[in-house]
Nanobody, 125 residues
Framework: QVQLVESGGGLVQTGGSLRLSCAAS??????????MGWFRQAPGKGREFVAT????????NYADSLKGRFTISRDNAKNTVYLQMNSLKPEDTAVYYC????????????????WGQGTQVTVSS
C-alpha cells in the first residue's frame, strides 16, 4: 500500500507564495525509484499537469504557463516532494495533487500509478 499525503495548502493573497509538500510512504515503496508529479484541478475543470521531477531529481518539466513561477524539488532522504509556488494568481486556485510513477517524467494523468488526496490552494484577489 502506497500513501501520498499532501500538505501546505491554504488561503493566500494574489502575489503571495506557498510551498506544498507531499510525503510518500509504503512498506515496499522505494521513493527514490519513482518520478513524482504535481497536478491540479479547479472547480468544474479536468485535472491538469503542473510539474514533474524524475527519480534522481536531475530532470524536471513544467506546464508552459507555470514556468518561472513554480518549482518542483524532492528530498529522497525524507521521501518528500515539494512544489514552491510564487507570484500566485486567482487562476491558480485549485486542489493540488501529487502522484508517483516509476523513474521517468510524465505529464499525463494516466501515466501515474499512485495519487494523494489533494490539498486546497485558494488565491484571493
Amino acid at each position: 500500500q502506497v500513501q501520498l499525503v499532501e500538505s501546505g495548502g491554504g488561503l493566500v493573497q494574489t502575489g503571495g507564495s506557498l510551498r506544498l509538500s507531499c510525503a510518500a510512504s509504503g512498506r515496499t515503496f522505494i521513493f527514490s525509484n519513482y518520478a513524482m508529479g504535481w497536478f491540479r484541478q479547479a472547480p468544474g475543470k479536468g485535472r491538469e499537469f503542473v510539474a514533474t521531477i524524475n527519480w534522481k531529481g536531475a530532470s524536471t518539466n513544467y506546464a508552459d504557463s507555470l514556468k518561472g513561477r513554480f518549482t518542483i524539488s524532492r528530498d529522497n532522504a525524507k521521501n518528500t516532494v515539494y512544489l514552491q509556488m510564487n507570484s500566485l494568481k486567482p487562476e491558480d486556485t485549485a486542489v493540488y495533487y501529487c502522484a508517483a510513477r516509476p523513474y521517468t517524467l510524465a505529464t499525463m494523468v494516466g501515466e501515474y500509478d499512485y495519487w494523494g488526496q489533494g490539498t486546497q490552494v485558494t488565491v484571493s484577489s
